[in-house]
């Protein structure tokens, strides 16, 4: 615009108009540390949509966190949630607890984060982390990897006595069955089918109050229907039947042997009762989270359904 003109009346009104007051932030609800929840971090895939970050659940009981999977953003994902939530476990300093549910990198490429971000920022013990067999090479080449970070870290200028040892991420590998358990939590393994994985895992946690399950990435898996049978949360993966038929053959192929789809899901969810399901790492190939609801009721599903977005809490 050359200066000196004047300016038409509407336009000078809205550059001269006072900028409306702020309105004040609305003070988050008192955080609720009884209910063990349900914290869905990331819901993404490998699909970089910037509003989904990678897959990352965290089921928080009696004041600590259990993270499943370790997307891209974890750590900061969490401290999101902690902040605007008001969830202390998920700080930093508190993701000392993991599920891998096997080892795609979208469902990894966080585990570098996850393991060092917090031991910077203090976590006082090492984190522990469980997953099918290759966790502990894939924990193993990360913690090579970094060996001159953690070398500088450890031997350079940073105050680091308080926890020099929680770089360290010892592995519990599993393909099946009980795997962790303290007082807060009972956690199952749940062998599911993905693809060609020869293990892949979904997760059930039983706490105070709550059964909780988390499908990881399956297609239709009769072992999530029986861990599920009536529990309260399912958070399962799908992908929209509706917009799966135009994808290519190719990766149709693919997908129904790697995935779960919307019709699918309504007969698994019909026969393992949740008191809620929770769609995550959600594919919609242009259909909407309404979608994807529509078409499980559409095949069928009468129970209470939700499509989650990242930072969702239940
Ligand atoms: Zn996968
Ligand atoms: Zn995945």
Known sequence: MTPGLPL???LA???????????PAQPPP?????????????????????????????????GRAYLV??????????????????????????LDRLFITHLHSDHTVGLPDVILSPWVLDRPEAIRIFGPPGTAAMVAHIEEAWREDIHMRLFGLEPRDANRDAYRAPVTETTGGPVYEDDNVRVTAIPVLHGSWPHA???????????????GD???????????????????EVYS????????PEWQAYHARAHTSTAEL?????????????????????????????????????????SAADLDVY
């Open 8 to 10: 038409p009346a509407g």
């Open 13 to 23: 009104l809205l550059l001269h108009a006072p900028s409306p007051a702020p309105t």
């Open 30 to 62: 008192p955080p609720d540390t009884t209910t063990p929840r349900v914290v869905i971090l990331g819901t993404g895939t490998p699909n970089a949509d910037p509003d989904r970050w990678g897959p990352a659940v965290a089921v928080v009981a009696g």
């Open 69 to 94: 999977d370790a997307g891209a953003g974890v750590v900061r994902r969490a401290a999101a949630a902690a902040r605007d939530h008001g969830i202390a476990a998920l700080a930093p300093e508190g």
């Open 201 to 215: 895992l979904g997760y059930r946690f039983e706490t105070a109050g709550r059964t909780i399950v988390i499908s």
């Open 218 to 236: 399956a297609r239709p898996s009769e072992s999530l229907v029986e861990a599920c049978g009536g529990c309260d949360i399912l958070v399962h």
């Open 241 to 248: 039947a509706e917009a799966f038929q135009g994808r290519e």
């Open 266 to 306: 309504a007969d698994i969810a019909t026969r393992a009762r949740p008191g809620l399901l929770v769609l995550y790492h959600q594919l919609y190939w242009g259909a909407t989270d309404d979608d994807l609801v529509r078409e499980i009721r559409e095949a069928g599903y009468g129970g209470r359904v939700v």
